[in-house]
């Protein structure tokens, strides 16, 4: 812990120093743009909206204590994180680039509601005068269930078994990130921003350039074939790698190099069709490649018939890789600044959202599929080893001829070399000039850009979660999980 606050003094330290315009005291006298925000009785609120954000300002009859009150808190730094993304994504709501300069703003009190420390305090001080129940987003996130009971039991709602099952599952975070009743991306009055290089469809972020919500919408529907191969990965977890593979694997064109297709046009995107092929008409087994979450896939993926094969990786090199992956491709809005990064990754507010919840749901549905898993760390370890698996599995034989130059060819440095695999000549890629779409293909690179204080700020959103998931991850020098 004294590591952590010696490394996050530091960091805000030099920060500070290294700013040009003004002092950090100079800053902490501005006050917010009234554009965004006006100031009453102390409290910050929207121009053109209004919350209740103090108990001071509240109606007088809610103290008549039988009203009922609840009140969510949740840990201040989580809501400091989710406040700075929020702040991007409200068009009504200053946007603030730097993260730093957003937690000096929200410590200092001058953000919409003002002093999470006041508004929690004042409430919890004046608990007497209410009929209040108080709870936290950490209770909900660990007993759901047993909350709605206590909300139930607090506001004097009996419900039945079955309709305490359908309030729990509606009630979870997945379900309401996709239902627009409940994710607020339909609410009237254009207060949400949504033009800003992606779209936000059922949970998932996707390129607006390349996909509609209309054509994700209709992957539901696509045609399944039996012969079929799909496979999937949350980006930057070894997709183009293992796209080659397979290419080599059912092509003999590609392994003695007579042919000169794309792996692109081999294994295609499911999603993103950037060459507009027509994958109705393709000649059986049509291989597929796609970074969709398990419940926007084709139904029939669930007919046990079509291969699928799911590759993942350490989550802090995808992190990594992810970052370097942002300044390469170009977009709309790519972060300057890796800690930047790294909050908007643990957040899920990048492209295809959450790595956590695509890990899971993938492996918590396994039993829908006929699926194969595979990591990026088993694949470094032993190449020869994996391309024997994915075979097997896929039920093709292939013979010692056939299998070295499948093994040689896939390995990361041949494959960077390749015209065929490494994406830098394909049309449809927006790739910024003279930078490789492939960069290290290496284990363990996380070590090389993530300080101490961010690594324990990663391991500390993600590793307890991930404790029941099968993928064996070194998470530092001397432990693995």
Same mark, same amino acid.
């Given at each position: ?249 059912? *092509?003999?064109? *590609? ?35 796609? *970074? ?31 970052? *370097? ?157």
């Amino acid at each position: 812990m004294l590591r952590w606050k010696k490394g996050f003094c530091t960091c805000v330290s030099d920060y500070w120093d290294s700013r040009k315009a003004s002092s950090r005291e100079d800053y902490l006298r501005m006050e917010p743009s009234e554009k965004y925000l006006f100031k009453y009785k102390g409290i910050y609120f929207y121009p053109d909206y209004l919350h209740i954000p103090n108990q001071e300002l509240c109606p007088r009859g809610l103290k008549n204590r039988r009203l009922k009150v609840i009140y969510v808190s949740r840990n201040p730094k989580d809501v400091l994180v989710s406040f700075f993304h929020f702040s991007k994504t409200v068009i009504t709501l200053e946007e603030i680039p730097d993260f730093n300069i957003f937690m000096e703003r929200f410590l200092a009190g001058k953000v919409h509601s003002s002093s999470w420390l006041d508004h929690v305090r004042g409430w919890y001080d004046h608990r007497d005068e209410f009929s209040i129940f108080f709870l936290t987003y950490e209770e909900m996130i660990k007993d759901l269930r047993g909350v709605v009971l206590r909300i139930c039991d607090f506001l004097g709602k009996e419900l039945s078994e079955d309709d305490l099952d359908a309030v729990v599952k509606k009630a979870t975070f997945e379900n309401m990130k996709k239902d627009p009743r409940a994710n607020y991306e339909t609410m009237p009055g254009d207060l949400l921003e949504k033009d800003k290089g992606h779209f936000l469809r059922k949970g998932i972020y996707f390129y607006t350039d390349y996909v509609t919500p209309e054509s994700i919408d209709s992957l539901e529907e696509f045609e399944i074939r039996d012969s079929d191969v799909f496979l999937i990965t949350y980006p930057k977890s070894g997709t183009v790698w293992t796209q080659n593979i397979l290419s080599l694997i059912f *092509h003999e064109g *590609h392994r003695d190099e007579t042919e000169d297709i794309h792996v692109i046009d081999r294994v295609p995107w499911l999603e993103y069709n950037l060459n507009k092929l027509d994958y109705a008409n393709r000649p059986s087994p049509r291989l597929f490649t796609t *970074h969709l979450p398990y419940y926007l896939v084709p139904r029939g993926l669930k007919n046990k018939r079509v291969k699928v094969i799911y590759v993942a990786r350490n989550p802090k090199d995808v992190l990594v890789s992810y970052f *370097h992956f942002s300044k390469t491709v170009i977009t709309p809005d790519n972060p300057p600044d890796f800690s930047i990064f790294m909050e908007r990754f643990l957040a899920g507010e990048v492209l295809s959202s959450s790595w956590l919840d695509h890990v899971r749901g993938w492996y918590d549905h396994r039993d829908d599929f006929n699926i194969l898993f595979l990591t990026y760390e088993e694949m470094k370890k032993d190449l020869r080893g994996a391309v024997l698996r994915i075979c097997n599995f896929l039920g093709k034989e292939l013979s010692e001829d056939d299998l070295d130059p499948v093994v040689k060819k896939a390995t990361f440095e041949n494959m960077k070399k390749d015209p065929r695999a490494n994406y830098e000549t394909r049309p449809g890629v927006p790739l910024e000039e003279k930078k490789c779409f492939l960069r290290k293909g290496t284990v363990g690179d996380w070590k090389n850009t993530m300080t101490v204080a961010q690594n324990e700020r990663f391991e500390e959103v993600l590793k307890e979660k991930m404790k029941d998931l099968p993928f064996n991850y070194i998470w530092d020098n001397e432990e693995a999980i």
